[in-house]
């Protein structure tokens, strides 16, 4: 499937951001005990806002497109025949893995659609708790360590998909799929 071209600068954007963002969270150091707040806090303050931007036009345009994944394919937890697809992909992807057969897992799957929807959730989910501990750092610290508390578990799952998102790109590239190559052609395929 050839993707539209803006949701290729909206996918490369995006994954710069949750990239950016979860290198810099390794260099931070936040207000403590009358201590300012680093150069690298700041940066990550300001890439989360950017961060969550990004990720709601992600979503926006995940609604409002007419090619690529449909949204329902992002979410397909509420329909009982696309929860099928989605079980019968991952029982078949984890037969063709277990055969080492790369090439027989689809890109474009049930299963690969509703793993991205997955992604963006966790991504939303980080980005919008990391504003509600900004929003609530001066004037509730209880609401604000609630959600400094869920941002950092979120993050985790955010780590978790990008790893995984990033390894099963290069499998399906390597199985002969071209996903790198088309979500991102840069040269002749």
Known sequence: MKKNIWTRLLHAALALAVIHQLVISNFMQAPLDGKPENFAFELHETGGLIS???????????LLRKADTPLARLVPWFHRDRRIAVFHDARDALRAALRLDLGAIPADSALSSAVHGLGLMAVLGAAATGAGWLVFEESNKDVAEAFAETHEAV???VWAYLIGHASMAVLHELGGHAVLRRMFPFGRH
Request: proline share 0%; aromatic share 22%; net charge neutral.
């Open 155 to 157: 993050t985790t799952l």
């Open 52 to 62: 969550l931007g990004l990720v709601t036009l992600f979503w926006l345009w995940a």
